[in-house]
């Protein structure tokens, strides 16, 4: 099956500056790269997904790079703010006709200091 | 706003009690909706694929006589968990997707069970 791997698994940035998670998988059949949020206490939120036919895409503070060759994907995060400290989780899916199930990887926990 | 709806968002219950939580689909159906488990400070782990009109799928050492899953509608699945013990106190969080091709897995705000 499916492997995903995320680093690192904490990151502590300043109000204001960039931050970077980085995700690997190991199948290459999986087409579809969906980050979450998760906030204590509370389910995981979307906040952006690529698809493996797409190599970037923003979303205003936020953007997702895919690299297929090198089996990578990545997370951006500018001009950060204390809100978005939380624990996001990069996943993987095989996406046909049917609904592929996701393989997470473990989750990085974000801190912005004021 | 939300997509998914679950409840109840915490519950508390005595050892050897059974607990059911629901999973809605606010305004779409969803022929399957996944069941995960969450660790304090880990990943989500997936219980199984619940799929209307069908038995759920389970995976690898997860109970089925213990996490019993019933997808009765087209908007609602719900997880029971039977007999009830300690070990089973975790964070519950059930997903659903409209199916398509283009629709993304949106997540309930999870369930926090305490055993007692």
């Known amino acids: 099956g499916e492997n995903v791997e995320q680093h690192p698994s904490t990151l502590s940035v300043q109000e204001g500056d960039s931050a970077v998670i980085k995700c690997t998988y190991s199948d290459s059949a999986s087409n579809y790269f969906p980050w979450y949020k998760q906030e204590l206490g509370k389910g995981p939120q979307l906040i952006i997904d690529i698809r493996s036919n797409v190599g970037e895409k923003k979303d205003q503070r936020i953007a997702v790079t895919l690299n297929k060759t090198a089996k990578h994907f990545s997370l951006h995060i500018t001009e950060t703010q204390p809100e978005d400290s939380a624990v996001y989780f990069c996943a993987a899916s095989n996406r046909g006709s049917t609904l592929g199930r996701l393989y997470f990887g473990r989750g990085t926990q974000l801190t912005v200091w004021p | 706003g939300a997509v998914v709806s679950q409840h109840p968002s915490w519950v508390i219950c005595k050892s050897g009690t059974s607990v059911k939580i629901e999973c809605r689909s606010l305004d779409f159906q969803a022929t399957t909706m996944f069941w995960y488990r969450q660790f304090p400070k880990q990943s989500l782990m997936l219980m199984a694929t619940?799929?209307?009109?069908?038995?759920?799928?389970?995976e690898q050492g997860v109970e089925k006589d213990k996490f019993l899953i019933n997808h009765a509608s087209l908007t609602l699945s719900t997880l029971t968990v039977t007999s009830a013990h300690p070990e089973d106190s975790s964070f519950y969080i059930c997903?659903?997707?409209?199916?398509?091709?283009?629709?993304?897995?949106?997540f309930g705000n999870g369930t926090r069970l305490t055993v007692t």
């Open positions: 997903s659903a997707s409209r199916g398509f091709y283009n629709s993304p897995l949106h």
């Open positions: 619940s799929n209307e009109g069908s038995k759920a799928t389970y």
